[in-house]
């Protein structure tokens, strides 16, 4: 395994991301699409060695807790943290699934200082969840499927109600998660947002 992490600065803060958007007021311009503006971001992370989370996604399965985990997606890696019962319910601080300061990067008055604290988890503070790390270096199978089984029939239509991920490490290990479509969004939203931030050497098909 590659370890990226070395090298990494602090987290992502307010006079941090000042800077960001000062230094990337040209590439940030209206013309620039949702998914532009948040790979500049990244590109941005990447190019001054900060590491942030940018995407947040749910898995759950019934039965219990024991496999319903947050899968955060940030700019080197997806970790994999346990829920709680207070997180199962609710989740501060991210809006369809953007984090905190990518979600910023899309707003026309970007004001850093109205995201609270409570509402920012760095990789570091992930990982103590229980957490572990899939880097992406390290990732040599990532396939999103669409749940077709899970398709229901009601007085409202037809829907599928969860899809599915597994991930192949390059070590032979290998992951399952179950992604509810009511807490993620659907096939189409999840696997054009990761495509977005995954590198190109890691295809989300």
């Known amino acids: 395994m590659i370890l990226q992490e070395e090298g990494i600065c602090g987290a992502m803060d307010p006079g941090l991301f000042d800077k960001f958007l000062k230094e990337s ?4 311009n209206d013309k620039k699409s949702d998914s532009e503006k948040v790979r500049v971001f990244i590109d941005w992370c990447m190019n001054n ?4 989370v940018i995407l947040r996604i749910s898995s759950e399965e019934k039965g219990g807790w024991a496999r319903n985990y947050f899968l955060d997606f940030t700019t080197n890696r997806i970790i994999v943290s346990k ?3 207070l997180t199962k319910f609710a989740d501060l601080g991210y809006v369809a699934g953007l984090a905190p300061y ?3 990067v899309l707003l026309k008055d970007s004001n850093p200082s109205t995201v609270h604290s409570k509402a920012i988890s760095s990789p570091e503070e992930l990982l103590k969840l229980q957490g572990f790390s899939i880097w992406y270096s390290d990732i040599s199978e990532f396939v999103l499927r669409k749940g077709i089984e899970t398709l229901v029939t009601n007085m409202f239509g037809r829907a599928i109600v969860s899809n ?6 390059s070590s032979g290990k290998e992951y399952d998660f179950t992604l509810p479509v009511n807490k993620n969004g659907t096939y189409e939203q999840i696997r054009f947002w990761i495509g977005v931030i995954l590198p190109s050497f890691c295809s989300p098909y």
Do not use: A, Q
């Not at 007021?25 to 940030?28: I, P, T, Y």
């Not at 060695?49 to 942030?52: A, D």
């Not at 599915?164 to 490490?169: D, E, G, R, S």
């Open 25 to 28: 007021k040209k590439r940030l």
């Open 49 to 52: 060695n900060y590491e942030e």
């Open 83 to 85: 829920k709680s019962l």
């Open 102 to 104: 990518p979600y910023l």
């Open 164 to 169: 599915f991920l597994h991930i192949k490490t």
